[in-house]
T-cell receptor, first 115, second 114 residues
Framework: AQKVTQAQTEISVVEKEDVTLDCVYE???????LFWYKQPPSGELVFLIRRNSFDEQNEISGRYSWNFQKSTSSFNFTITASQVVDSAVYFCALSAESSGDKLTFGTGTRLAVRP | EAQVTQNPRYLITVTGKKLTVTCSQN?????MSWYRQDPGLGLRQIYYSMNVEVTDKGDVPEGYKVSRKEKRNFPLILESPSPNQTSLYFC?????????????FGSGTQLSVL
């Protein structure tokens, strides 16, 4: 079985603050894939990043960065200098090798960035 | 333009009246999948398909059917809808499966079952 926990239901920050969205996953597989998706108020789902379990290097893309730590089964997402356009629901997701192509999402974190 | 197209965008129906939500992609993707999104529950996978005539159950398949007769289409069928199937539904596709590729999502179908 695979499971993703996003304990933060809602976060509210003021523009330009840094914010970290937590993601904790569970799987017995050694090969698995982790994802982050963004759902802005318009409703569509947008892919942000994919990471496999053998690549623990942290990744930075502009103001976005991801911290993958196998020791704590976490794949946290940080937005630096947040902007109003970052307001969205963010989903973390997991697919373990033994589950085939089943993709399990967390319950999402709603981020509100206030001007 | 590469896209996943779902129809209808909004649907209100009554309990027991069969309905189909269509999903079509124009990217020649092998993998297609259906999810439902409910408040507090995130997205949950209903069914997925790795190829024509190959479908598998996700986490919440009860009450749903799918078919994959053509590569581009993956309709979601509710033979006898019930109010607990009121939800926001998303279709998604990817080139070679969920583990190796990012998913492209449709715009969603808001279904209300009265």
């Amino acid at each position: 079985a695979q499971k993703v926990t996003q304990a933060q239901t809602e976060i509210s920050v003021v523009e330009k603050e840094d914010v970290t969205l937590d993601c904790v996953y569970e799987t017995r597989d050694t090969t698995y894939y982790l994802f982050w998706y963004k759902q802005p108020p318009s409703g569509e789902l947008v892919f942000l990043i994919r990471r496999n379990s053998f690549d623990e290097q942290n990744e930075i893309s502009g103001r976005y960065s991801w911290n993958f730590q196998k020791s704590t089964s976490s794949f946290n997402f940080t937005i630096t200098a947040s902007q109003v356009v970052d307001s969205a629901v963010y989903f973390c997701a997991l697919s373990a090798e033994s589950s085939g192509d089943k993709l399990t999402f967390g319950t999402g974190t709603r981020l509100a960035v206030r001007p | 333009e590469a896209q996943v197209t779902q129809n209808p965008r909004y649907l209100i129906t009554v309990t027991g009246k069969k309905l189909t939500v269509t999903c079509s992609q124009n990217m020649n993707h092998e993998y297609m999948s259906w999810y439902r999104q409910d408040p507090g529950l995130g997205l949950r996978q209903i069914y997925y398909s790795m190829n024509v005539e190959v479908t598998d159950k996700g986490d919440v398949p009860e009450g749903y059917k799918v078919s994959r007769k053509e590569k581009r289409n993956f309709p979601l069928i509710l033979e006898s809808p019930s109010p607990n199937q009121t939800s926001l539904y998303f279709c998604a596709s990817s080139l070679g499966g969920v583990t190796n590729e990012k998913l492209f999502f449709g715009s969603g179908t808001q279904l209300s079952v009265l």
